[in-house]
């Protein structure tokens, strides 16, 4: 059974830094795109960061490019995202996805199969 289990999520104040983790299992972890998208009250899904375990590439949305980091430990199955200068705008339910498209990662959002129930970040202002 394929499951993906976020945790991290929390209060943080503008400017504050959070770490994301999402363990996965039930499937070979280095034959997918790893990935986070997001989703903020009355907002569209937005995907967010995509890792390709495999060989270590990454992709970040415009909005979170240079501020978040994604990274994985393909020993453990997992992923993580690491989210600095957050900003109120931050403020949304982060899910970790799995995606089968593991070729273009800017596309993964369009390749997600799975995903975890989510974790809650909420940056103060």
């Known amino acids: 059974e394929v499951q993906l289990v976020e945790s991290g999520g929390g209060l943080v104040q503008a400017g504050g830094s959070l770490r994301l983790s999402c363990a996965a299992s039930g499937f070979t972890f280095e034959d997918y795109a790893i990935g986070w998208f997001r989703q903020a009250p009355g907002k569209e899904r937005e995907g967010v960061s995509c890792i390709r375990s495999s060989d270590g590439s990454t992709y970040y949305g415009d909005s979170v490019k240079g501020r978040f980091t994604i990274s994985s430990d393909n020993a453990k199955n997992t992923v993580y995202l690491q989210m600095n200068s957050l900003k109120p705008e931050d403020t949304a339910v982060y899910y970790c996805?799995?995606?089968?498209?593991?070729?273009?990662?800017?596309?993964?959002?369009?390749?997600?199969?799975?995903w975890g129930k989510g974790t809650l970040v909420t940056v103060s202002s």
């Open positions: 996805a799995r995606s089968t498209n593991n070729y273009d990662l800017s596309k993964f959002y369009y390749g997600m199969d799975y």
